[in-house]
């Protein structure tokens, strides 16, 4: 027998280590073979490679914190507490090798595991990207979706004051006015942990002052949380002292070093360069703007959500935090839908291509695709990439530059369909994700080859 | 070091956790580990309330991971079997505890990590309960590859 184990526990110190000699001297005893990945505070030591987990009959996972569970489908796996794996490692190992199969046949299900473990598995200066976009989205998303409300009651509604169109108006412009701050300021904490967010933030409100933008806070959030990871290595205090570091030093040394560079060094190229960008992206038209609606088309549906298709993404809500309703935002929606929309419609169009759980799985693809969760293409993409990836991306490519072509905006980062009322010029935005649609479906079609009955 | 002569007690009379963690952090304070006992204890109770850290064996390590923990410590007490709601039931008469900084350096997690792989062996915790003096714990734990 074969057994893998995970553990891990709040603090990280002691029973993570415990738990894992408690389940290797069982198993050992048992004349099993036997791995235990430890995922306390010192880090992931002795991780499982997918190499030991195809190999393995059945696993266990003694955690009281979530782990990267995706990896372990089609597995044998039982799940418990860590006290149970010290208390009854022997009774553990039983259960594991009669426990039932991980894993969902659920599309959504899936596609949010396959999500997660993307999280999971970015590194470096992507990681930190992704960190401070996902937590800005919330601010976008809000700020966006109000002042479009607002905009319903009439387009200068808003500048009656003490309306109910002034204060969304002014809600929005709230969020918004976070955007930046929040985005520096947690690519800063995802460098150098708490310690990088103050700097981070008030770095992001410095780049606001410069007019530097969206790819001011960018800079500022990397440069704040290097700063804070200079400080913490380069300062030593006397031990009596070091309580001061995380409430004095770094808070203070990080914010004014950030910001000092970004007022004397930085601060103005990128405005200058965030202004050529947004003169450019707002100056742009007839064949560059079909041109870049084409590229960005083939980036969404290039990786279905992975580091392409997000580069894309930050690209889009990029030009949203410029200001007014975006038409790059409109385009990158419209073409991360049409994935998952083409395959679901393919499914019907085409029952003889696709196995029985893909046609199954491409009812949820509507959903998923009429939501803007580029993702659900993966299961189809995974089981046949050299048909289905071309097809997407050429769907995608055509949706993205008519979204271009015919002026589409969006003010809104995400929500798929439910944030249409924020689309400028919708019939024809609508036009462009219906013939990207059809056309990924009609090339799937010709593509793909009947299923083996 | 991560544990020295003076952060450990051999003879206590006390009855119950909190006393324990009490007593521990005391130490600790004086040989300069801790800036704020009551922060200190306050962290190693709340985790106690987590689940407890009595593992079994009559083995307890409660442990708190603060800023209030200035350099990384352990700690080590023989008492006369306290309740410490453990796994198995039984009362505990051997105490480890273990403070750990808010950002501790990896070479001192990794010492904790051993010593509790090693607290699951029966060997190691017969030689444990036959120590007599601070200083031949000091050379069992040395002499047990833990890297201390």
Redesign the interface.
Known sequence: MNILAVTACPTGIAHTYMAAEAIEDAAKAKGYQVKVETRGSVGVENELTAEDIKAADAIILACDTAVPMERFAGKKLISVSVSEALKSPEQLLEKALNATVYGSSNLSDAVSAIKEQRSAERKGVYKHLMNGVSFMIPFVVAGGILIAISFLFGYKAFENEGTLASYLKSIGDSAFALMVPILAGYISYSIADRAGLAPGMVGGAIAILLNAGFLGGLVAGFLAGYIVLFIKKAIKLPKTLQGIMPVLIIPVLGTLATGLILFYVIGKPVAFINQSMIDFLTGMSGTNAVILGLIIGLMMAFDMGGPVNKAAYAFGTGTLVAGAASPVMAAVMAAGMVPPLGLALATVLFKKKFTGAEREAGKAAWVLGASFITEGAIPFAAADPLRVIPSIMVGSAITGALSMAFKATLSVPHGGIFVFFAVGNWPLYILAILVGTVVTALLLGFLKKNMEQ | MIINEALIDLNTALDTKEAVIRHLAGLAKKE?RI?DLEKYVEAALH?ET????A??FGIA?P?G?T?AV??PFLCFAKVDSVDWNA??GNPVDLVFM?G?????G?AH??I???I??K???QDFRDSLRNVTSNSELIQLLQNSDLGI
């Open positions: 300069g800036s985790r987590e689940y407890s850290t593992m079994g390590i442990h991971k800023s200035t350099e796994l198995d273990i750990v900084p808010e950002e501790a990896t997690l990794k904790l990590a051993s509790s792989r607290l699951m062996k």
